[in-house]
């Protein structure tokens, strides 16, 4: 290795095959993984589930509100959130996760010692303190227009999903949506006003049938929690499923026959809106509760 190729003191490389490598990444359809990333802050942890948030750098207030509020209630309950830093929606993403008291990786397109983008300096040096860095360009790259793409092959296959709020046609974040279904992925976006160039992007996913209308985390969640809550089987025999959480179990008490809005939960619970839906999206796939327009109930053949 190069002396230019050595990270930083505070940094780490990991490889594939390393206890830290994300095993996410060796599943990019036709799309090469990395060969090598270089690391900085908490440990890349391939068991806790991955959703990126990604959008454009010009976004309209309603935008950012969206992002920050998704962000939060998916960092909430457990889920780290992956983005590329970039000004705008990225950066709205990371912020929200990092307020939440969650996980959140970014992805570079540059080396871990390039202070870009300028503008997220310091959001940059919070996430090294408390999420993670990620590149695989070694110190002292700079990044360049070719580096983007190859970042958002990394964001998408670190993430079980990939979220687009608001993004041009030939924006990065459509990109990112793009790569996600190659890798596999699921492709969540939420819809935006047909005067607003910037909801381009996220209303022709919908449109075309390659991305799920979503609104909010419960809709995340609604889709993710098959996943979640069911193990993959061995032998063709389902694993049985796991027994109440602490959390789930509070939720569970709270219910009654007569339905309730997750807000009423969340007050009642004083719990966080994120946490909440999570749990009810779990108990809901297992046949525990039920939902109606009216809100979530103990379904009939509970208890």
Request: proline content about 7%.
């Amino acid at each position: 290795m190069s002396g230019r190729e050595r990270p930083a003191p505070a940094a780490r490389l990991i490889t594939p095959g390393g206890t830290e490598w994300p095993s996410q990444l060796d599943h990019l359809g036709p799309h090469a993984r990395p060969p090598r990333l270089y690391v900085e802050g908490r440990s890349l942890n391939s068991a806790i589930p991955c959703i990126a948030v990604v959008g454009t750098r010009r976004p309209t207030g309603a935008g950012i509100e969206m992002a920050e509020r998704i962000a939060r209630e998916l960092a909430e309950a457990g889920i780290t959130i992956v983005s590329g830093l970039a000004v705008g929606i990225d950066a709205a993403a990371h912020r929200a996760a990092l307020a939440a008291g969650g996980h959140t990786i970014a992805v570079l397109g540059c080396g871990l010692d390039i202070p870009y983008p300028k503008r997220n300096v310091a959001l940059k040096d919070a996430i090294r303190r408390s999420g993670t860095l990620v590149t695989e360009h070694p110190c002292g790259t700079h990044p360049t227009k070719a580096y983007f793409p190859l970042r958002n092959r990394i964001i998408a296959g670190l993430s079980g999903g990939v979220l687009v709020i608001e993004g041009a046609i030939t924006s990065g974040a459509l990109v990112t949506a793009r790569l996600a279904i190659d890798c596999d992925r699921s492709v969540y976006a939420v819809p935006g006003s047909v005067r607003n160039p910037m909801a381009e992007g996220p209303n022709e996913l919908i449109r075309s049938s390659q991305a799920m209308l979503v609104t909010c985390a419960k809709h995340v969640f609604d889709d993710l929690a098959p996943s979640l809550v069911w193990p993959d089987s061995t032998n063709g025999r389902a694993k049985r499923a796991p027994e109440l959480t602490a959390h789930e179990a509070r939720v569970m008490r709270a219910l009654d026959d007569a339905p309730l809005s997750v807000d009423h939960l969340c007050r009642a619970l004083d719990m966080k809106p994120g946490l909440v839906a999570s749990c009810l999206s779990q108990l809901e796939v297992r046949g525990i509760v039920a939902r109606t327009r009216a809100g979530y109930a103990h379904a009939r053949r509970w208890g």
